[in-house]
């Protein structure tokens, strides 16, 4: 089993980026997908996750409007559009995938949102 983020990096306030997760090993499509970030010295905080046939959204108030979340059962990934970026969305991404109580991590990927 493989959740493997990518697509963070160092961007500008006002900036976009797009992060991906590509998972592996797993029906991916029987999965609730969400992203989780984890800045440094607080916890890990769920900020959006997405229905198995992406029918249903949820976001955290404070993305809510700037961040979108997707997926792609085809390709057996979930992406994560983030515009209007601001330095307190500074952390690590985590994509998650749950079925019940299984729950499936991948590694991590920085976004940092700096001038």
């Known amino acids: 089993v493989q959740l493997v983020e990518s697509g963070g990096g160092l961007v500008q306030p006002g900036g976009s980026l797009r992060l991906s997760c590509a998972a592996s090993?797993?029906?991916?499509?029987?999965?609730?997908m969400s992203w989780y970030r984890q800045a440094p010295g607080k916890e890990r905080d769920l900020v959006a996750a997405?229905?198995?046939?992406?029918?249903?959204?949820n976001y955290a108030d404070s993305v809510k409007g700037r961040f979108t979340i997707s997926r792609d059962n085809a390709k057996n990934t979930v992406y994560f559009q983030m515009n209007s970026l601001k330095p307190e969305d500074t952390a690590v991404y985590y994509c998650?995938?749950?079925?019940?109580?299984?729950?499936?991590w991948g590694q991590g990927t920085q976004v940092t949102v700096s001038s």
């Open positions: 090993g797993f029906t991916f499509s029987n999965y609730v």
């Open positions: 997405i229905t198995r046939d992406g029918g249903i959204t």
């Open positions: 998650k995938g749950q079925l019940g109580l299984r729950a499936y």
